[in-house]
């Protein structure tokens, strides 16, 4: 697997579970709001926290910190623009 889409993983998985609690209490518009911008945060201070020694693999493999984090945050803009999109369309 790449490595650049298992570290993504790994954070949004703590991401979607933080979105999905604020959703559960604010509705659907918000939990996608939350997923692209605090969530990237929350997911990463909790990947932070629990895989910080995992930041050697990806500097071995050429990947700083900066770049990783930006590589979520374009991809988790990129995701929740659709989602929202979706949203206005179809269930709005």
Do not use: C, E, H
């Not at 209490?25 to 939350?34: H, K, N, P, V």
């Not at 909790?46 to 590589?71: D, E, F």
């Amino acid at each position: 697997m790449n490595p650049v889409l298992s570290y993504y993983r790994d954070v949004t998985m703590f991401n979607v579970g933080f979105s999905i609690i604020i959703g559960l209490a604010t509705g659907i518009f918000f939990s996608l709001i939350i997923f692209s911008t605090i969530g990237v945060w929350v997911g990463l201070k909790a990947y932070n926290y629990i895989y910080s020694n995992q930041y050697y693999i990806y500097y071995n493999l050429g990947y700083s910190k900066r770049q990783l984090l930006a590589k979520i945050l374009v991809l988790n803009t990129f995701i929740s623009l659709l989602l929202l999109l979706l949203y206005y369309f179809f269930i709005k």
